[in-house]
């Protein structure tokens, strides 16, 4: 893509002649004729760099300057000076400016101050994206094309603080996909905040969204900030936002509108910056057609939507993700390396996986936590006869796999010393002895 230059100048024989040199320089080239256009153009869409005149009526270059500081994104700035400017062109320097050059020029003394300064976008550029992959590598694993596709929207879309609502069946990972954005986003090192609408009675989830008064109803002891104050300047995830209710999706809508919140109880509103990531399992457009969501507020979370397919439609993830849950969950329960049998990958593909990414991680969770030390009873998993199979996890399971990834971790850190270990644990002897060998785990045999 041709970086995009601004040239602003009150001449247009000088305007003409920068966008003849710059177009066979081989840049996308736009002309204003004054600050007043330029401002104009640069709110509606996004330049690399802005080529202007010091000296020009209605709004000169200092003023445009300052003006370009209020935008979401400032483009490099290179001024054109006559000569005798040179300190005004350095104090502009001082406030932002990237660099300047003198009229009349020569076309290599202009190429080169041009040149620095695309390269240096073109580096930012590179740079967005490296972050952008690190981003997606720390939430989300996947081989697949459709999941790649996603990847490139996400890389795209993150560096823009744009609100988006992102789409999926239950457990597909919609969360890992917010974190992703959140990390390549220019919001990184804020608030990250993360609120369950379908967590709280609608009463709650307004307090708990917008904030509250001591006293504003039975049970606020002390006042609340709420969430969208909590993150201020940053980012707030409403997942599953297609279950909010009527008097909330209308708060909500107000407060993407106009940037201001109006906590419970109190009259006066809060003024709040925050970028809005939306999730939902829900068909949002069947809800807005039924009358259960409302259509304006459903356009304001839609600016940008991005759809996390299902497990069973992207086959080419399961292997990186299994492999990906088996090191992990190897790891916790220090098992060491586990090595798979030939048909596991297969067994594994031919599932329709109903719970998505979910599910597969509770499976191989649970196949680590109940198979023998070293193997893989295949027996535990899932039908691949049944496509709406669900694997059941009970809570005694989860209680004995937590529990052996305490005693492994006790054991490594007390150098496999049992007493020490049992120590650690708030075990007697004894009983770590005991749970040792309901674990089969081994050990030093330690004081």
């Known amino acids: 893509m041709k970086p995009k230059v601004l040239i602003v100048d009150d001449d247009a024989g000088l305007r003409y002649t920068l966008a003849e040199i710059l177009t ?191 006293g504003a109803f039975t049970g606020a002891m002390k006042e609340r900030p709420g969430l969208f104050r909590e993150a201020h300047r940053g980012t707030l995830l409403l997942d599953e936002v297609g279950e909010l209710d009527a008097g909330t999706q209308a708060k909500l809508l107000r407060v993407l509108q106009e940037g201001e919140v109006r906590p419970v109880g109190e009259d006066r509103p809060v003024t709040v910056d925050v970028r809005v990531i939306a999730a939902t399992h829900r068909d949002l457009k069947e809800r807005v057609a039924s009358g259960a969501f409302r259509e304006d507020l459903y356009w304001r979370l839609h600016v940008v939507e991005l759809h996390v397919p299902p497990l069973r439609e992207r086959p080419d993830d399961i292997p990186v993700l299994a492999r990906h849950f088996l090191d992990r969950f190897s790891t916790r329960f220090g098992v060491g390396s586990v090595r798979p049998p030939d048909d596991f990958m297969a067994r594994l593909q031919a599932y329709g996986w109903p719970g998505n990414v979910r599910e597969l991680e509770h499976t191989i969770e649970r196949l680590l936590a109940l198979s023998p030390e070293g193997e893989l009873d295949l027996g535990l998993l899932p039908d691949a006869s049944s496509a709406v199979a669900e694997i ?56």
């Open 24 to 214: 066979g320089a081989s840049l996308d080239v736009t002309q204003a004729k004054d600050g007043v256009e330029a401002m104009a153009l640069l709110r509606r869409q996004a330049f690399d760099l802005v080529l202007s005149d010091l000296r020009m009526p209605r709004m000169d270059g200092l003023a445009l300057l300052a003006e370009m500081k209020t935008l979401e994104v400032m483009p490099r700035v290179i001024l054109i000076t006559a000569h005798g400017s040179e300190r005004a062109a350095v104090e502009a320097m001082k406030a932002g400016a990237w660099d300047y050059f003198r009229k009349p020029f020569e076309v290599e003394d202009l190429l080169a101050v041009v040149g620095r300064a695309v390269e240096a976008v073109r580096l930012k550029r590179d740079n967005a994206r490296l972050t952008s992959a690190l981003a997606l590598s720390r939430s989300l694993v996947f081989a697949s094309e459709a999941m790649e596709r996603l990847a490139t929207l996400v890389e795209r879309v993150a560096p823009r603080d744009v609100t988006v609502l992102i789409t999926g069946e239950s457990g597909t990972g919609k969360e890992r996909v917010a974190e992703a954005i959140v990390r390549a986003s220019r919001r990184a090192d804020r608030p990250f905040v993360r609120f369950n609408c379908a967590a709280l009675t609608p009463e709650l989830v307004e307090a708990e969204l917008f904030g509250h008064t001591k």
């Open 392 to 447: 059941t996890f009970d809570l005694k399971a989860r209680v004995d796999a937590y529990e052996k990834g305490l005693v492994v971790a006790a054991l490594s850190a007390a150098g496999g010393n049992r007493s020490e270990a049992a120590r650690r644990l708030g075990l007697s002897r004894v009983t770590l002895l005991d749970k040792l060998k309901k674990y089969g785990i081994g050990g030093d045999a330690g004081a």
